[in-house]
């Protein structure tokens, strides 16, 4: 069983097999990060809201592994530890979004 | 410490203190993916290529942080196992790139 | 009044002012598109399908005022009369869907 | 000859022969444009800054015009005068970025 600290050893060790490293300055890892999301919202273009995507479960899963690979891709290029930088956001969430001010509510916690 | 699977547990928990799932359907998720993936560009708009973006690491963990968020609450709508996703793609990625035709390259796999 | 022609002159004479020119290679020019066309969307990243987004026609004409700007700078870096190439392109898209075949249907053309 | 407004015409008839309208609330019109822009950016995935891209005008006139047909679903949508709307913008811009202070530097205005 895989977990997240073998799945980055693995796209290190299949980037340098391939000697890609070259290619992946953080400016073209930031492209390649947006056109994948972009690939992720084009399954929900001319979706209704809500619409179940029944089917698509495997769609969605292949799209999201790809923007996730270029996020570890990313984090492995500046030494970011992703699951440390997410709790610390998470934290810091948790304060900005009371959960009595902002329950039910979307509203930005600007606007709270 | 922190592993990915309790960071998807608080982040569930998170999302159901604050009675916000009646917003999350799978669209909006993928357009707040794709906002924040946008946001990771932003911080390289007008560099060169292969600029250090020394004394950046902080902002490029903040906002990959943000990307790996919806990444998760996607996976999550989804009951997608992303580690197990990522490790699947990774292993077509090596037969679609054998490492003696795509060392050095930069190409696509259909143009290889 | 001006017309495209007369703003395509107005935006050159404001980069040669500048001496900006030197920033605008075509990869940093739709990096620039891309961001804007994202703000355009942030505009609707909570809202329902169909809301109307009464008052804010405001907020939508300044964000597609900042996407039009690069599609311009775009357009003029490779010399491209873009109502011409709109012009080509619906050419090729009444063909691409008949009126028959397409009527009501939100399908891609190779969905026809 | 087209101009700007026989093209709008011209788009605002293909819809309406199509009954498309239907599916063209502001949120799925944003959606499109920022795939299309997507797929602008996609053209320069891994060229590097100032590489010329000789011989690929075509390629991005085609998706250039693809953005611009979903500028001016939107601008349709909310009556806006695209070319005013940049022009007011041009105004703005022209005060934010006073010659002198601005020439040569890529800053954002609140930086100058």
């Given at each position: 069983?895989?977990?997240l600290d073998t799945l980055r050893e693995k796209i290190?060790?299949?980037?340098?097999?391939?000697?890609?490293?070259?290619?992946?300055?953080?400016?073209?890892?930031?492209?390649?990060?947006?056109?994948?999301?972009?690939?992720?919202?084009?399954?929900?273009?001319?979706?209704?809201?809500?619409?179940?995507?029944?089917?698509?479960?495997?769609?969605v899963a292949d799209e999201l592994a790809d923007v996730?690979?270029?996020?570890?891709?990313?984090?492995?290029?500046?030494?970011?530890?992703?699951?440390?930088?997410?709790?610390?956001?998470?934290?810091?969430?948790?304060?900005k979004y009371p959960i009595e001010k902002s329950k039910?509510?979307?509203?930005?916690?600007?606007?709270?």
């Amino acid at each position: 069983m895989a977990d997240l600290d073998t799945l980055r050893e693995k796209i290190k060790t299949f980037i340098e097999d391939r000697d890609w490293k070259q290619f992946h300055d953080p400016k073209n890892l930031a492209i390649s990060l947006q056109l994948e999301a972009s690939e992720v919202l084009e399954l929900f273009q001319w979706t209704k809201d809500n619409q179940a995507k029944v089917g698509k479960e495997q769609e969605v899963a292949d799209e999201l592994a790809d923007v996730f690979y270029w996020v570890i891709l990313l984090a492995n290029h500046y030494n970011i530890d992703l699951v440390q930088a997410l709790e610390k956001k998470m934290d810091q969430n948790e304060k900005k979004y009371p959960i009595e001010k902002s329950k039910g509510k979307a509203d930005k916690y600007t606007d709270l």
